[in-house]
T-cell receptor
Framework: GEDVEQSLFLSVREGDSSVINCTYT??????LYWYKQEPGAGLQLLTY?????DMKQDQRLTVLLNKKDKHLSLRIADTQTGDSAIYFC?????????FGPGTRLSVLP | GAVVSQHPSWVICKSGTSVKIECRSL??????MFWYRQFPKQSLMLMAT?????????EQGVEKDKFLINHASLTLSTLTVTSAHPEDSSFYIC????????????FGSGTRLTVV
C-alpha cells in the first residue's frame, strides 16, 4: 500500500525556524496536506498544496514540494511555543487519504 | 466554511456497555464520512468509510459487529462501540469532505473513549 513517512520528533528554540519533512510513495497523489494536532484535540488543517505546485506560502508557513523525489516539507518561521503540537503530513489521490505518523514539534524557550 | 462537529468530546464507560459517538457536518452535506482511531503517540488509522444510505465499508481487521456505523442522513454519521472493553479505549476522530472543496477533509475534534 501507499506510505507516508515523517521523522517523529523535532525540537527548536523559540524564534527559530522549524522544518518538518515528509516523504510519500504514491505517484498519483493529487493533494498533499499538513495538519496540526494539539494535545487531546482533533486535526486542524494548516495548509495544502496541489501536486502541480512547487511552493506555497501562507504567513509563517511555507510548503515546498519536490514531486520528483516525492518530498514535502513544512517550514514554520519564527516558531512560537503555541506551535508545539504534532504535525501530520497526508496525501490523497482524490479517493484514498493516507497519513504519516506525525512529527512531534517541541518549542523550547 | 466546512465544519464537522463531533460529540461527545470524551466519555468514560464500563466494560460491556455500548457507546455512541456522533459526527455531524454543520454547514454542508456529506455523503461520505470517515472514522479514524488514534492510539497514543501514533498516527490515525482509518477504521471505516461511512456512506449515507448504505452500508459502511470497513478496513481490514476492523470488526464491523464491534464498531457499528450508521449514516442515516447527509449530515450525521454515528459510530457505536458495542460491548466495549478496555482495549477499545482510544481517541476516535471523524472526518468529512465538502463537495468541491480542494482543501481536503475537515476533521471533528475527536472523542476520547475510556473503558473501565
Amino acid at each position: 500500500g501507499e506510505d507516508v513517512e515523517q521523522s517523529l520528533f523535532l525540537s527548536v528554540r523559540e524564534g527559530d525556524s522549524s522544518v518538518i519533512n515528509c516523504t510519500y510513495t504514491d505517484s498519483s497523489s493529487t493533494y498533499l496536506y499538513w495538519y496540526k494536532q494539539e494535545p487531546g484535540a482533533g486535526l486542524q488543517l494548516l495548509t495544502y498544496i496541489f501536486s502541480n505546485m512547487d511552493m506555497k506560502q501562507d504567513q509563517r508557513l511555507t510548503v515546498l514540494l519536490n514531486k520528483k523525489d516525492k518530498h514535502l516539507s513544512l517550514r514554520i518561521a519564527d516558531t512560537q511555543t503555541g506551535d508545539s503540537a504534532i504535525y501530520f503530513c497526508a496525501e490523497s489521490d482524490g479517493q484514498n487519504f493516507v497519513f504519516g505518523p506525525g512529527t512531534r514539534l517541541s518549542v523550547l524557550p | 466554511g466546512a465544519v464537522v462537529s463531533q460529540h461527545p468530546s470524551w466519555v468514560i464507560c464500563k466494560s460491556g456497555t455500548s457507546v455512541k459517538i456522533e459526527c455531524r457536518s454543520l454547514d454542508f452535506q456529506a455523503t461520505t464520512m470517515f472514522w479514524y482511531r488514534q492510539f497514543p503517540k501514533q498516527s490515525l488509522m482509518l477504521m471505516a468509510t461511512s456512506n449515507e444510505g448504505s452500508k459502511a465499508t470497513y478496513e481490514q481487521g476492523v470488526e464491523k459487529d464491534k464498531f457499528l456505523i450508521n449514516h442515516a442522513s447527509l449530515t450525521l454519521s454515528t459510530l457505536t462501540v458495542t460491548s466495549a472493553h478496555p482495549e477499545d479505549s482510544s481517541f476516535y476522530i471523524c472526518s468529512a469532505r465538502k463537495q468541491g472543496a480542494p482543501m481536503g477533509y475537515t476533521f471533528g475534534s475527536g472523542t476520547r473513549l475510556t473503558v473501565v
